[in-house]
């Protein structure tokens, strides 16, 4: 009995882990390597040999960009931002560069940013990633380097800004969509963190373009319809379908080897791992006795790993169907509410050999706000580029939103978080008010100010407590010369 009791259990267990993952499958749910890897890519539209070309041409010196890189849209105060281009020169409160500087080190640059504008918006990045081995195996080196020709074009973008060429700082930024456009091939959660990233940075330099008084309506559409071919819900859902694939697949390599079981757990036997206090409510990690750690696999491989995959996937699939609520209906609100009526992702902080892919879900989870966020500022900077257009038009801003269709956007742009059109109104000044409710899910009027009894000095327009994420306008001297004035801290 005490061998055969164990025996069924684990048998119990298998069964649960196998009937769930049929019946996702009978759901149609994707759960085959084929069906969760990305189509492949015909030479002639595959922009990576360009882009590795151009990558191993960008310098490696301290330089200017490197140290101290031009500020996009830096935010001085609630609602208020810098226009980094129309400064004398950038300073981050420790030190001063000039653009000077700046256009020197792109200099060294030239070469690289020139092969770099051969990728454009129909341009795939595929990278050729080996997805059979198990995303543990997956080499992402590219995605770094992704990151650092973002940053050398924005800061291109901004000495074309600087030098009064907004036709060329368009160009650049073009060619940053173009990247997370092409970036969307991947099947990779961390890829879709870093296209995310890129196009963070896209927003900034976008808004900084939008100051610009000589930039053109020809250029300003190119702008705007690059923004619009922009997708992030779907590009997630993708990556989280293969994400867990994978990680059905680290479930099965694990029990099979005590390799991978190290590679898995093995720092929670390490000496100098943490031991779990009784006041932390969310440990990094708990250290287990060395003694236990044969028993501990054992007892991982039997019983505990099959209890955590079906919790794993039943998490899984509530993120799954929550991206694609946002695919839907458009409101981050309804989503939330669903994922929290079936999910508690505080629950999964703790780590412990029992509770492993739970943990994944939750990182799924926050990959699914971050990507709420930059839908809702992709919808802002898009309405913010067809109200500009409207005003050379013109010669003011629209009473309405509702005026910017069907000429400059194909219909009324919506703010992401609860489902309804985004807010705006006209200034009497000739400005105008354009901005989400905001993590809070509130309206407050167009209130770009921290909730009560909140202290930062964090003044970022998606800030989790401000209470709306108001699109800035730009800061005046004065109020510049004041964010100057006090300390760097």
């Given at each position: 009995m005490a061998i055969l009791i164990p025996v069924i259990h684990h048998y119990q267990l298998r069964f649960a882990v196998e009937s769930y993952i049929a019946e996702l499958k009978a759901k149609g749910e994707p759960m085959d390597l084929a069906q969760v890897i990305p189509p492949s890519v015909s030479p002639e539209q595959n922009g990576s040999p360009i882009f590795l070309k151009a990558a191993a041409l960008f310098s490696t010196n301290?330089?200017?960009?490197?140290?101290?890189?031009?500020?996009?849209m830096r935010m001085i105060a609630p609602g208020k931002a810098m226009v980094g281009w129309a400064q004398p020169e950038i300073r981050d409160g420790r030190m001063t560069n000039y653009w000077e500087e700046i256009e020197s080190a792109l200099a060294e640059d030239s070469e690289a940013l020139k092969l770099l504008s051969?990728?454009?918006?129909?341009?795939?990045?595929?990278?050729?990633?080996?997805?059979?081995?198990?995303?543990?195996?997956?080499?992402?080196?590219?995605?770094?380097?992704?990151?650092?020709?973002?940053?050398?074009?924005?800061?291109?973008?901004?000495?074309?800004?600087?030098?009064?060429?907004?036709?060329?700082?368009?160009k650049n930024i073009s060619v940053m969509l173009a990247m997370v456009n092409g970036e969307s091939n991947d099947r990779i959660l961390i890829s879709e963190l870093v296209r995310i990233a890129i196009a963070q940075m896209s927003v900034a330099v976008s808004w900084e373009v939008l100051q610009a008084t000589n930039v053109s309506k020809e250029d300003l559409a190119q702008l705007q319809q690059n923004w619009q071919s922009l997708e992030f819900s779907k590009t997630l859902e993708h990556a989280m379908l293969f994400e867990r694939f994978g990680r059905l697949q680290q479930f099965a390599q694990t029990r099979k080897s005590s390799e991978k079981f190290d590679e898995l757990w093995g720092d929670f036997y390490a000496p100098d791992a943490p031991i779990k206090k009784t006041e932390d409510m969310f440990p990094s990690q708990i250290r287990r006795s060395l003694f236990l750690r044969k028993w501990d696999e054992l007892r991982w491989r039997w019983f505990w790993s099959y209890q955590d995959e079906v919790r794993g996937l039943q998490a899984f699939q509530v993120v799954v169907d929550a991206t694609r609520m946002v695919e839907t209906n458009k409101s981050f609100q309804s989503v939330q509410s669903f994922a929290f009526a079936t999910l508690n992702p505080g629950q999964y902080y703790s780590q412990d050999l029992r509770n492993y892919s739970a943990q994944s879900a939750n990182a799924l989870y926050a990959s699914l706000r971050k990507a709420e966020r930059i839908e809702i500022a992709q919808n802002v900077v898009i309405t913010a580029i067809a109200l500009k257009r409207y005003e050379l038009r013109h010669q003011q801003f629209p009473i309405t939103l509702e005026e910017l269709t069907p000429e400059f956007l194909p219909s009324a742009p919506i703010d992401c978080m609860d489902g309804q059109p985004l807010r705006y109104r006209r200034n009497a000044d000739g400005t105008f008010l354009l901005y989400s409710v905001g993590a809070n899910g509130v309206d407050d009027g167009g209130d770009p100010s921290l909730e009560k009894y909140v202290k930062s000095s964090n003044h970022y327009w998606q800030n989790d407590h401000a209470l709306d994420w108001v699109w800035p306008q730009s800061a005046t001297p004065k109020e510049i010369k004041n964010y100057y004035a006090q300390p760097p801290k």
């Open positions: 301290w330089n200017a960009l490197v140290i101290n890189p031009p500020p996009t051969q990728i454009t918006n129909g341009t795939t990045l595929d990278f050729n990633l080996d997805y059979k081995d198990g995303f543990d195996k997956i080499k992402m080196l590219h995605l770094s380097t992704l990151k650092r020709s973002a940053q050398k074009l924005s800061a291109a973008a901004m000495d074309d800004l600087h030098r009064g060429d907004p036709a060329a700082a368009v």
